[in-house]
């Protein structure tokens, strides 16, 4: 399985989660700001360990990271959208 093969499995994994939770009946918002949290919090501890914590140079290292991921979602959504002859001209 390639590196790419293996995020997205993984990516589709929390998102079955993210669905599941929606399905009981937790808002949207709620399981979109909770895997946020969730995401920090690990993201946190891949970087410091289970009992570090990281100062301004760190939060701006993965805010980076998220904004650059976040970005690279969106043009593939356009593109996908554009592909199948959708008007993205409302995408913000």
């Known amino acids: 399985m390639s590196v790419a093969e293996e ?9 079955a989660l993210a669905n599941a939770m929606k399905d009981r009946g937790v808002s949207l918002q709620m399981v979109s700001s909770s ?6 919090l690990y ?3 891949t970087v ?3 009992d570090g914590a990281l100062k301004t140079t ?3 290292k993965l805010t980076e990271l998220f904004g650059s991921e ?5 043009k593939a959504k356009i593109a996908q959208a554009e592909r199948e ?3 993205v001209s409302g995408a913000q």
């Open 7 to 15: 995020k997205m499995e993984c990516v589709n994994e929390f998102i």
């Open 35 to 40: 895997l946020m949290t969730a995401s920090a």
């Open 43 to 45: 993201a946190t501890y």
């Open 48 to 50: 410091a360990g289970n």
């Open 58 to 60: 760190g939060i701006e």
């Open 70 to 74: 976040l970005e690279n979602v969106q």
């Open 85 to 87: 002859g959708k008007d």
